[in-house]
């Protein structure tokens, strides 16, 4: 038997050990401190990407260097989801890097919880907001502080493969509405088929919660209220998931299983679908990934769901934030700027980060190529575009990504449209009140 | 992974020793006899508790305290970000009745445990006799089916596989020959679990090893004397191998139900962190994961936790009760 009273004793003592311990990891307060340009700094930066980005921020960085020689930036990248994970898990125990690349959808959730730095006291000073739309920029302020800059702005689009919808065979889409649009696509497969090309039209497009989001907005209706509160009911979004229900059992689209074989890449990356409805910053990442076979894009305007509506939008694309605990704010501020506007750093990103938010940054960066098309992109939908809507509601990365495993799971057939609903809304239901 | 550890059960045997020697004088309620002893025996007890800290601070440090922060956080709300939030047994009460993904969790986690663990354990048996059978060139084929333990749970397995498994990859292509399309197996519902099966099994090494040093313990009277009554080699392997090798059994068949509750690494990486095809790769530990660093429900996946931990300890427990009537341990009369 044990000596109770000591082996109490000693585990307390170990307890309180645990304690201590644990007690160490709890949030640094502060933000701010002044930047002096003679005295060693250290900013620790973090954006998610691959070696193609991490290679040009390296280039901005030296840029960076030769004007801040005593600021040295430590970079650390990751691949998106990966990105968020490390976050979450940094932010818990109060230790983001001192600059990082936000995403709109996660920025309320950082923003609240009292994570990033407010930036207004560095507007107008170290970062100039001279070359910004105001709507653009207004989309980094949230909770009522400046949460993040805009690096980029970007809007939905379509992209087709014409070298791929060349070896099938087809025309590419000449633009209509979303019937139109299935029918296309069952024509190429059909097409592909025929000439004995392993390529599919697309995949089952109402698998995005975004393509969802477009077709409400058609009808006036934003995703979210201003409160956060879900804007649809069970039935719109059944409607929306049966649209396609006919083409999934048909087989129109790309197999799941092809799909989930080609991850961490996607069907358009590898040649196997011939268009894809996405954001139009994924151009390069898409030409990059196809190779030499591919080596051109076209990126035209999504299906039309209400002739006049305006159902597009643009959005930042990838903010710049700092850290509540840094102690280089105003070092941070100055980097964050330089990212953003310096003309050169411009030049060097091209659209890799989406078509430049600062206007010093995009007419400096001679746009040429996929980036050019973009940049027309952008310009022929002005028609197209309404109000950005609100920013998204804390959780909404995760309600994005459970619409993404239903729609996987509803080409799998393992769940019928009114199990997904059902699911979806149970989902959406804890992801909005945790 | 903590079951495999022996370090727990090596460290309780000083640490109880030293208590009750600490202790023995008190219980009898007489005073000690030789007082110089009783100091030799306290100095010797604490010696013992000063032996063990390093472990015990690592134990109470890595595994008590977030064991019961976990125990903690699973009747909270946790985000990660805010501080938790008190629901009581929201958490468990949303596990058992509004969670259809749980429930396939569960359900691929016991398939996978139920099919693989049985099929795991026989291979390495069958080796495992196999090479006991001829000592010659025995080293070299040990070491061979030893080798993808050795690399088995690592990343890099788990992405050959998911090549090897693909539409067009070499199984595909195997298959094909004899007529056998079955396509790819990664992305295929139903295919994948059985994939996963036989990633597992293929692991078989380290069992095989304990089964062979297991086998090595029979001893060769039994064998000579069951041959001299006639007993033929499936009887001898019936009366004599299978009872004198059942606590060695007995061990690998815990070791392994435990393990396979636990899989994580291949599953997470063959299907690049989603748990699919279609859910079918969202073992517990995946969707607990998930839930915990992608979603944020750190209250939640906490939960979900320590409802494993509760089966994994219940099966643990059945199986020890049933220890009685199948484990022959040596010395013992029955």
Known sequence: MFNTKRTAALIAAATGTALVLAGCSGGSSGGGGEFDPDEETTLNFAFWGNDVRAGLYDQ????????????????????????????????????????????????????????????????????????????????????????????????????????????????????????????????????????????????????????????????????????????FDEDDLRDFWNQTTEQREAGAFIPQQRVEE???????????????????????GYLANLGEGYPELNLIEPPVTEEGA???????????????????????????????????????????????????????????????????????????????????????GNIEEEFRVLGTELMFGTVTVDEAVDRFFTEMDVALNS | MTATTPRPTNASGPARRAAANASAPRKGGKPPVRPGLKLRERREGLAGYAFLTPWLIGFVGLTVGPMAYSLYFSFTRYNLFSDPQWIGLDNYIRLFTDDPQFIQSAQITLVYVLVGTPIKLAAALGIALLLNYRDKGSGFFRSAFYAPSLIGASVSVAIVWRAMFSSNGPVDSGLSIFGIELGGWVGNVSLVVPMMI?????????????????????????????????????????????????????????????????????????????????????????????????????????????????????????????????????????
């Open chain 1, 60 to 231: 901005a960085i030296d840029l960076f260097n030769e004007e801040y020689p005593n600021v040295s930036v430590q970079t650390s990248f990751l691949p998106y989801p990966d990105y968020w994970e490390r976050r979450q898990t940094e932010a818990a125990g109060g230790g983001l890097p001192d600059v990082l690349a936000t995403d709109i959808s996660y920025l309320r959730q950082y923003s609240e919880n009292g994570l990033l730095l407010d930036l207004e006291p560095y507007l107008g000073e170290q970062i100039d907001t001279g070359p910004f739309d105001e709507a653009v920029l207004g989309s980094g302020e949230v909770a009522d502080i400046t949460a993040g800059i805009p690096i980029s702005t970007n809007a939905w689009g379509l992209f087709t493969n014409p070298t791929l919808l060349a070896e099938i065979g087809v025309e590419d889409f000449a633009g209509g509405d979303w019937d139109d649009y299935t029918a296309w696509i069952e024509d190429t497969t059909a097409a592909a088929e025929a000439a004995g090309v392993e390529a599919w039209g697309a995949g089952d497009w109402t698998g995005r919660i975004q393509v969802f989001e477009l077709q409400q907005r058609a009808q006036g209706e934003e995703l979210f209220t201003e409160d956060g509160e879900p804007n």
């Open chain 1, 262 to 284: 080609q991850l961490p890449l996607g069907a358009f990356d590898t040649a196997l679908t011939a268009s894809e409805m996405t954001w139009d910053n994924f151009g390069a």
């Open chain 1, 310 to 396: 305006k159902d597009l939008y643009q959005k930042a694309g990838m903010l710049l934030s700092a850290s509540a605990g840094t102690d280089h704010g105003e070092a941070a501020a100055i980097f964050i700027d330089f990212m953003v506007n310096d003309p050169e750093v411009g030049a060097i990103f091209g659209t890799n980060r989406g078509l430049p938010a600062s206007e010093t940054a995009r007419s400096s960066s001679d746009l040429s190529g996929l980036d050019a098309q973009i940049e027309e992109y952008e310009a022929s939908i002005a028609d197209r575009l309404g109000d950005a809507p609100p920013v998204p509601i804390v959780g909404f």
């Open chain 2, 198 to 334: 036989i990633l597992a099994v293929w692991q078989f090494g380290g069992t095989m090893v304990i089964f062979l040093a297991g086998l090595k313990q029979v001893p060769k009277e039994l064998y000579e004397a069951a041959e001299m009554d006639g007993a033929g080699a499936m009887r001898r392997f019936k009366a004599v191998t299978i009872p004198m090798l059942s606590p060695v059994i007995f061990f690998n068949l815990l070791l392994e139900l435990i393990g396979a509750f636990q899989v994580f690494a291949s599953a997470y990486i063959i299907s690049s962190g989603t748990g699919g095809p279609a859910g079918m790769t969202n073992f517990i530990t995946v969707y607990l994961y998930k839930r915990a660093f992608q979603d944020g429900q750190m209250g939640y996946a906490a939960a979900i936790a320590w409802v494993l931990l509760v089966v994994v300890a219940v099966i643990a427990f059945i199986l020890f009760r049933t220890q009685k009537s199948w484990v022959h341990y040596a010395g013992d009369n029955r």
